[in-house]
DNA sequence: TTCCGACAGTGGGGTCGCAAT
DNA sequence: ATTGCGACCCCACTATCGGAA
């Protein structure tokens, strides 16, 4: 199959709005795939290279070359060459890989040039990614959506599962079965402002403590185990505290979930910083873990001794977690009956926040194990705080936000009467918010460079932020986390904004 | 007809490793 | 030694479509 091919139906799927449409469109190109191109044009079509990052970004791709005049370049010619572009490291490998995106470049034409910087970058914008594909996958091979959806789920791969039902049909779903050694995609939570909100959307529920640390999935295999992250990269070798707790378990063969995080000498926990970076850590992981050891601390168990258990309700998924893991090794937790028994979700949740960690998941009782945020019976709460700080620069916005003013510079007032910048945020806008602040900070505009537009600092805007962390970027030594506006305040001044004093004396726990 | 779940898009800060300077 | 880039951890929120209620 031509690449071209592929770059008209993406621009297609660009182009339809209706999902329906642009299922219909991918179906149609899986439908027209030869077996040797299937697993280059699933992929390609839900966004993704085969090879996953390259190590190629905008700078590099950012060089325009001159296009190609006709088509020529096939889905595997391109994939090989992605390939091999990808293989290359060592000295002079920075100058080799631009070489090696020039020439493919070179022999893309415009359309095919568009389509390869989107796959590359991982911004492809045609409003299909895996979901959607995992739909068209459906409808081009007659399978039901929900089974094709499990099957991913089970193989932690879309392209193994679009190769095994566009080769065998739907009879091919039967093969994905939970297996120890391969990592399932995890099941995730949605948010919840409030305990009582997320109680009084299930019958009884659990609440758990929220580890602010690395979200893991550990199989163990007799003497093997592996460690995986959320995005099922494989990261035991950087974990041997976690492969240690693994083999002293009372179980031969099982897959647990959790998060490794790092606690103090007192027993506290860590700061995520802290956590991640020592989990980053690959070259010199014993003086890393000498220096900041972590502890795995497990909420789920998906198998057992060869049984699967993802489609048991969490209270039984639970009791089999209880007789493997001793409770050191368990996430905090309490059960609530229901609605009625909010307070003692709330106590649960102010105890959580005084050890230190992040917030609560609250989780319905009943509900199986199932990949993404699909049906929402995990609902995490965590306390969100406000500042009231000064708009000091605006970014102009890409995609459906060109044109637009959209990531806000942040300031704070600082002793010495300036104002600190203490982060950006592009979040919690609605349409109509983007397009009044576009036009009001144009008006106070001081300069352009085309990318950011400083302004006069006069406007005042409501933040949330869920915390502190240290900051070698920004002048106070500190930035804000996930930042997001609430709303603006018209009615307040910059000298009524608050103050980087204040803020220190908010999260005495995060010092400069 | 209205409501709500699922998805994609739009980017945020930090840290690590690697190659280039 | 320092700098720049890319990958990958954590992530919130809005718009939109389409099925459920």
């Not at 297996?179 to 659990?206: D, I, K, Y």
């Not at 505290?241 to 606690?263: K, W």
């Not at 992981?285 to 502890?295: C, E, G, H, K, Y």
């Not at 605006?394 to 510079?409: I, M, P």
């Amino acid at each position: 199959m031509l690449l071209s091919r592929l770059a008209r139906v993406s621009q297609e799927v660009a182009a339809a709005s209706a999902r329906s449409r642009k299922i219909a469109l991918l179906a149609g190109l899986f439908r027209e795939a030869e077996a040797a191109d299937v697993p280059v044009v699933i992929p390609y079509l839900a966004g993704r290279l085969p090879q996953g990052r390259l190590g190629v970004g905008w700078k590099v791709l950012g060089r325009p070359v001159p296009p190609a005049a006709e088509p020529s370049l096939t889905v595997r010619g391109a994939d090989a060459r992605l390939t091999a572009l990808g293989a290359v490291s060592g000295p002079g490998s920075q100058a080799e890989r631009a070489r090696l995106a020039g020439e493919l470049m070179g022999a893309a034409t415009e359309a095919e040039q568009r389509f390869l910087r989107g796959l590359i970058t991982g911004e492809v914008r045609q409003g299909a990614l895996d979901a959607v594909a995992v739909e068209a996958l459906a409808e081009a091979t007659g399978a039901p959506p929900a089974d094709v959806r499990r099957a991913v789920m089970l193989a932690g791969s879309l392209q193994a599962v679009a190769e095994a039902l566009l080769a065998d049909g739907p009879a091919a779903l039967d093969r994905f079965r939970l297996t120890v050694g391969r990592p399932v995609l995890p099941m995730l939570a949605h948010s919840a402002s409030s305990v009582a909100e997320a109680a009084g959307r299930f019958g009884a529920c659990a609440v758990e403590e929220k580890l602010d640390g690395i979200r893991v999935q550990v199989h163990r295999d007799g003497g093997t185990v592996r460690v995986y992250t959320r995005t099922l990269d494989d990261i035991t070798g950087r974990l041997p505290e976690v492969a240690t707790a693994a083999l002293g378990l009372p179980g031969e063969r099982f897959v647990l979930d959790g998060e490794v995080i790092s606690f103090d000498g007192t027993g506290r926990p860590r700061s995520f910083q802290e956590t991640a970076g020592r989990v980053g850590s690959r070259v010199d992981v014993a003086t890393a873990a000498r220096a900041v050891p972590v502890s795995p601390v497990f909420f789920d168990v998906l198998c057992v001794d060869g049984r699967d258990l993802l489609d048991l309700p969490l209270t039984e998924r639970y009791a089999e977690l209880a007789r493997l893991v001793p409770e050191p090794m368990r996430v905090r937790r309490t059960v609530v009956s229901g609605p009625g028994d909010v307070p003692t979700a709330e106590a649960f949740l102010a105890r959580t926040l005084e050890r230190g960690h992040e917030g609560v998941v609250v989780k319905a009782l009943d509900a199986a194990y199932s990949a993404g945020r699909r049906g929402a019976s995990w609902l995490k709460v965590k306390p969100v705080h406000t500042l009231d700080l000064v708009v000091l620069a605006a970014e102009w916005g890409h995609g459906r936000r060109t044109g637009r003013l959209s990531n806000l510079h942040l300031g704070a007032r600082a002793a010495d009467g300036s104002l600190a910048m203490l982060g950006k945020t592009f979040k919690g806008m609605t349409d109509a918010m983007l397009a009044w602040q576009t036009e009001r900070l144009r008006e106070l505009a001081v300069a352009d460079d085309g990318h950011v537009v400083t302004v006069r600092p006069e406007l005042v805007v409501e933040i949330a932020y869920d915390g502190l962390q240290r900051s070698t970027r920004y002048p106070a030594g500190v930035a804000l986390r996930f930042a997001r506006l609430v709303r603006y305040r018209e009615d307040k001044r910059p000298e009524d904004a608050d103050t980087v004093q204040t803020l220190l004396a908010a999260h005495p726990g995060v010092r400069p």
